[in-house]
């Protein structure tokens, strides 16, 4: 079986966004052929997938050097000089803004960076006793895409895929200075140099690292979910209507005020009764949200728990009225469908997006008929008025989701995709080393010829 090393920061079961993909790569990519290795920091105790997995040390760069500094490694500034924090999704305050730039050239190119000596070390011993047939390395961070990097240098005849769960330079969301934005970008394209094809998880995406990446080979391959997480038979819902949120609000980028102001205005109107309406975030607390919660005055309506396992996130996702993704906030953004939404596919509750602009998220959510995204208060109204109806008359808001569409969302048509991206970029790999140790005594044409008859080429297979 070819051997396939899989670089990933993120990986189950660290409690991390970026996690289930490469965990999917590593349960179904054995289906086709290809036997995973994991290469990750210490992982905490947990359900993993069956992989053999490297995990190195790790140093946390931001954390040591408020320790040398006499502060605590793991609270935040605000919280440790009692600064004002923003009562707004977006803070406009000064000293919050200059907090994010110093960080930035303190971690530049990447917070986890310090990770990358201990992939590194790791790699060089493995390499000294073990082959593989390819790399993939997958970010965020970008750190796994620099290991990746030595990773090529010391396996030269594998190929390596450069997988992009979020740009990288291309990221709307990043806020640079322009000082960072050029070193970035030129650490990109140096960097990528080296990689045999580039990944992403959207067509628009696949399309802006084509522009800046003309000469690489660049795929779209959608993130997905896992059908064995769901396995459990349909779980009641619950007796509220309850609207749920699971996941990161990255610093007010996913932003629930619109959601709160239609919500506040449906029960002022009466259409909606205030005892029947739940809202829950599951995620990392952030400064802001009690303070938007209260504006609204749904203090007793909206209800922030903090991060919970992932188990216990998938069963109330299941027994949730409604599943909650916040879209990203930059009108610009119309690439991006967040690896929640898949999630919650699996949950099979209907999906409630709001905010931003019309994009890939709302062709996903059409193609799949799971839920719909509300970019304005009049669709997000019509919606809440109809689940509601569907509550009040049913006890459940209904959900009618193609089972056929969301078949092809899976971890296994996922793991299939990356498969025959590894396969084209082996055969072609093959296809040049023959033709290279034949070109010195045959011709072009008669190289191609033995090309396609040689035992190894998928060409022969495929045309016999």
């Known amino acids: 079986m070819k051997r396939v090393l899989i670089i990933a920061y993120a990986y189950p079961p660290r409690p991390s966004a970026g996690s289930p993909r490469p965990g999917g790569l590593a349960k179904y990519l054995p289906e086709f052929g290809w036997e995973p290795m994991v290469l990750t920091p210490e992982l905490p105790v947990g359900k993993r997938p069956a992989a053999r997995v490297i995990e190195t040390g790790d140093r946390d760069i931001l954390s040591e050097l408020k320790r040398k500094l006499g502060m605590d490694g793991n609270r935040g500034l605000h919280e440790q000089f009692n600064l004002q924090i923003s009562s707004t999704p977006r803070s406009d305050l000064l000293h919050t803004k200059v907090i994010g730039k110093v960080k930035s050239l303190l971690t530049y190119p990447d917070p986890t960076k310090g990770w990358v000596p201990f992939a590194k070390q790791a790699l060089n011993e493995f390499a000294k006793r073990e082959r593989v047939d390819a790399v993939i390395s997958t970010s965020p961070p970008i750190s796994s895409h620099l290991i990746a990097r030595e990773a090529k240098k010391l396996f030269p005849r594998c190929v390596w895929v450069a997988d992009f769960r979020d740009l990288w330079t291309q990221n709307l969301a990043a806020r640079q200075t322009p000082l960072l934005g050029f070193l970035e970008r030129r650490l990109e394209r140096k960097t990528l140099s080296a990689a045999d094809a580039l990944v992403t998880v959207s067509r628009t995406w696949a399309e802006r690292l084509r522009s800046r990446h003309p000469q690489k080979s660049v795929y779209y391959v959608a993130n997905g979910f896992d059908p064995d997480d769901f396995m459990q038979s349909d779980a009641g819902v619950t007796k509220s209507f309850s609207i749920t949120y699971t996941g990161q609000l990255y610093q007010g980028k996913r932003d629930p005020s619109m959601l709160f102001d239609v919500l506040q205005g449906l029960i002022s109107a009466g259409i909606l009764s205030r005892s029947d309406v739940a809202v829950h975030f599951y995620g990392p607390m952030e400064p802001w949200l009690p303070a938007l919660i209260a504006r609204y005055g749904l203090t007793d309506i909206a209800h922030i728990h903090g991060s919970i396992a ?155």
Do not use: C
Request: aromatic share 6%; glycine share 8%.
């Open 310 to 464: 992932r188990d216990e996130a998938l069963r109330i996702q299941s027994e949730s009225q409604v599943l909650l993704l916040l879209a990203w906030s930059d009108p610009r953004e119309t690439g991006q469908h967040t690896g929640k939404v898949f999630e919650y596919m699996g949950a099979r509750r209907p999906i409630l997006a709001v905010g931003g602009v019309p994009g890939a998220l709302t062709e996903l959510l059409e193609e799949t008929q799971t839920g719909i995204h509300a970019t304005s208060k009049s669709q997000l109204r019509e919606f809440l008025v109809a689940a509601y109806g569907d509550f009040k008359r049913d006890g459940r808001v209904a959900y009618t989701g193609n089972k056929q569409a969301i078949a092809r969302y899976t971890h296994r048509e996922m793991a299939s995709k990356f498969a025959s991206v590894l396969d084209s970029l082996r055969e072609k790999g093959v296809t040049q080393t023959l033709k290279q140790s034949w070109a010195n005594d045959t011709d072009s044409e008669s190289v191609d010829t033995q090309v396609r008859n040689h035992p190894s080429s998928t060409v022969a297979r495929l045309s016999s």
